[in-house]
């Protein structure tokens, strides 16, 4: 298989997660890396996602607004295999959903 076919894998699927603060830096990541990120199935809490969506025109399955549960769904998709990788732009000085955040950083381990 030649060209960029030979690099695309949208077997595996990239979840993004970042705290408010940080939602700017992760998108602007994002879009200076948008021809790595193109290559897999993306998803994302809805915050984090809407706005990955709007400013790079990726595609990214949207779930949960992460306090609502959107941080434990990516947790559930880690723990059934169902998400190989995550980007997670923490905010150090986020206090809102340690639980959740402790229960993510706890199954990404176990990647």
Do not use: C, W
Not at 29 to 44: G, I, P, S, T, Y
């Amino acid at each position: 298989m030649g060209g960029e076919a030979a690099y695309l894998n949208h077997d595996i699927t990239l979840a993004l997660i970042a705290h408010d603060r940080k939602k700017e830096e992760l998108a602007d990541f994002v879009l200076e890396h948008r021809v790595a990120f193109n290559r897999f199935h993306l998803v994302a809490t809805r915050g984090t996602g809407t706005l990955i969506k709007k400013r790079t025109g990726l595609t990214a399955y949207l779930l949960g607004h992460g306090p609502e549960g959107g941080d434990q769904q990516i947790s559930a998709l880690v723990a059934a295999n169902e998400v190989q990788a995550v980007i997670f732009f923490r905010d150090a000085h986020a206090r809102r959903s340690e639980p959740d955040d402790a229960d993510l950083l706890r199954v990404t381990d176990l990647l």
